[in-house]
T-cell receptor
Framework: GQNIDQPTEMTATEGAIVQINCTYQ??????LFWYQQHAGEAPTFLSY??LDGLEEKGRFSSFLSRSKGYSYLLLKELQMKDSASYLC??????????WGAGTKLIIKP | ETGVTQTPRHLVMGMTNKKSLKCEQH?????MYWYKQSAKKPLELMFV???????ENNSVPSRFSPECPNSSHLFLHLHTLQPEDSALYLC?????????????FGQGTRLTVV
């Protein structure tokens, strides 16, 4: 079966750095997405990786290793507004999106 | 303003009621989706429409019935639901179905079945 694993919850301190991991086993791979979802709001797109390596976008970076079935989202200089759930999703060989259950990130002052 | 609007935001319905969820996208996208989001579970894809034609059917119970009258509007008709159907129902759209394009989500309808 297809599976996406990410931690259920993480806690970090304002101003610090946090890394949210995502591992996947899917039938084929056509890219990996990260979305942010604040409580009671719509998920919003953060990043898309299809090639190995690190993609940096401001305070957020996303890394992919296809050989390891592994990705992480790196958040730097954490702000209180970064408290949200972070969803990892993989596009499989049929271009179906397979979703993880999300990681709830709690930022403390 | 996300470009994808869902109504209502909250809905409480009895198991014998019939109700409909509405989704509208103003982005000119050709693909629209219904997802179910339950607490601590992955998003479950329910239905996909591409150019107003249904292209996915993920074994969703018949008490959920989708309708796509045009490429901008998507409905989810609900009847004789069960308490376990209580969840957040998200609508999304993307430029095309079957490509590596990002999805734009609405804010969801929080459904409670009593």
């Amino acid at each position: 079966g297809q599976n996406i694993d990410q931690p259920t919850e993480m806690t970090a301190t304002e101003g610090a750095i946090v890394q949210i991991n995502c591992t996947y086993q899917t039938s084929g791979f056509n890219g990996l997405f990260w979305y942010q979802q604040h409580a009671g709001e719509a998920p919003t797109f953060l990043s898309y990786n299809v090639l190995d390596g690190l993609e940096e976008k401001g305070r957020f970076s996303s890394f992919l290793s296809r050989s390891k079935g592994y990705s992480y989202l790196l958040l730097k200089e954490l702000q209180m507004k970064d408290s949200a759930s972070y969803l990892c999703a993989v596009l499989d060989s049929n271009y179906q999106l397979i979703w993880g259950a999300g990681t709830k990130l709690i930022i403390k002052p | 303003e996300t470009g994808v609007t869902q109504t209502p935001r909250h809905l409480v319905m009895g198991m014998t009621n019939k109700k409909s969820l509405k989704c509208e996208q103003h982005l000119g996208h050709n693909a629209m989706y219904w997802y179910k989001q339950s607490a601590k579970k992955p998003l479950e894809l329910m239905f996909v429409y591409s150019l107003e034609e249904r292209v996915e059917n993920n074994s969703v119970p018949s008490r959920f019935s989708p309708e796509c009258p045009n490429s901008s509007h998507l409905f989810l008709h609900l009847h004789t639901l069960q308490p376990e159907d209580s969840a957040l129902y998200l609508c999304a759209s993307s430029q095309e179905w079957g490509l590596d394009t990002e999805a734009f989500f609405g804010q969801g309808t929080r459904l409670t079945v009593v």
